[in-house]
């Protein structure tokens, strides 16, 4: 089966840490770029970052300094870990897998005092 499934979404205080996974089953991962997309209530969805089969990464302005996008692909596995978070940040956060369009449930992430 084709999937991606996301892990570690919650709820943290302005100025937290948290780290996101996103799983593939069933894709050739180590040759996908691999992205993490945000959706907040009322928004459109946007690009976090992406990551490479290579390993190089973009990040949007807005998280930069503050989030790491990164993959093993003995795991198949992509994290977003999100440090210094704002409540802007507040979100459904997606996996995609660039190369067959795949998107993953999504995990909500909260950022609240």
């Known amino acids: 089966q084709v999937q991606l499934v996301e892990s570690g979404g919650g709820l943290v205080q302005p100025g937290g840490s948290l780290r996101l996974s996103c799983t593939a089953t069933?894709?050739?991962?180590?040759?996908?770029?691999m992205a993490w997309y945000r959706q907040a209530p009322g928004k459109q969805r946007e690009l976090v970052a992406t990551i490479t089969s290579g390993g190089d990464t973009i990040y949007v302005d807005s998280v930069k300094g503050r989030f790491t996008i990164s993959r093993d692909n003995a795991k198949n596995t992509v994290y977003l870990q999100m440090n210094s978070l704002e409540p802007e940040d507040t979100a459904v956060y997606y996996c995609y897998a660039t190369r067959i369009k795949l998107w993953g449930q999504g995990t909500q992430v909260t950022v609240s005092s």
């Open positions: 069933g894709i050739i991962f180590k040759f996908s770029t």
